[in-house]
T-cell receptor, first 113, second 116 residues
Framework: DTEVTQTPKHLVMGMTNKKSLKCEQHMGHRAMYWYKQKAKKPPELMFVYSYEKLSINESVPSRFSPECPNSSLLNLHLHALQPEDSALYLC????????????FGQGTRLTVV | AQSVAQPEDQVNVAEGNPLTVKCTYSVSGNPYLFWYVQYPNRGLQFLLK??????LVKGSYGFEAEFNKSQTSFHLKKPSALVSDSALYFCAVRGWNSGGYQKVTFGTGTKLQVIP
């Protein structure tokens, strides 16, 4: 199984809502990532988990809250988002090490209204 | 600080012709270089990587890339383009950032349009 599965595929939420994005992989990867991607732009790193511990937070606003319940799952909890947070949110995983490629999910298209 | 430049926003090529998508990089230490492809409304898919060894790297779907240390380039190539190759291509470099942790830096992306 070489897939990273993200749910939901699409999400529309109001600025007062609370929602969660989910990501799952069964490749035994110990590094997992959240990226934000705007249209026709490269992915921007948000968070990195290594061995289920948060290792990198790229100064992301607190309205985004990551969680890694176990080595296969990664969540992104959303609260009080702004319309400018509308984007494609990508989850990825990889083995540890500089020479390893990342496997990406197909993303969640988030629209904040 | 590490960086990746993809000088062309878009590359147009006729089906059957060879294609090149350009990438140059800047990184301290050994470069770990990657190419990814993204189809509309999808995540990124890994194509190939350069770690060490041969300067010509072969990857998925008939793509290859040539690593040139003196020119700090890692151009993506394919001998014969297919219409189905039309997508957004990202070059990336992995290195150590000033904060002391590994980071992947993506280029701005090049849209490849293969014309039938």
């Amino acid at each position: 199984d070489t897939e990273v599965t993200q749910t939901p595929k699409h999400l529309v939420m109001g600025m007062t809502n609370k929602k969660s994005l989910k990501c799952e992989q069964h490749m035994g990867h110990r590094a997992m990532y959240w990226y934000k991607q705007k249209a026709k732009k490269p992915p921007e790193l948000m968070f990195v988990y290594s061995y289920e511990k948060l290792s990198i937070n790229e100064s992301v606003p607190s309205r985004f809250s990551p969680e890694c319940p176990n080595s296969s799952l990664l969540n992104l909890h959303l609260h009080a988002l702004q319309p400018e947070d509308s984007a494609l949110y990508l989850c990825a995983s990889s083995q540890e090490g500089m020479n390893t490629e990342a496997f990406f999910g197909q993303g969640t298209r988030l629209t904040v209204v | 600080a590490q960086s990746v430049a993809q000088p062309e926003d878009q590359v147009n090529v006729a089906e059957g012709n060879p294609l090149t998508v350009k990438c140059t990089y800047s990184v301290s230490g050994n470069p770990y270089l990657f190419w990814y492809v993204q189809y509309p409304n999808r995540g990124l898919q890994f194509l190939l990587k350069y770690i060490t060894g041969d300067n010509l790297v072969k990857g998925s779907y008939g793509f290859e890339a040539e690593f040139n240390k003196s020119q700090t380039s890692f151009h993506l190539k394919k001998p014969s383009a297919l219409v189905s190759d039309s997508a957004l291509y990202f070059c990336a470099v992995r290195g150590w950032n000033s904060g002391g942790y590994q980071k992947v830096t993506f280029g701005t992306g090049t849209k490849l349009q293969v014309i039938p």
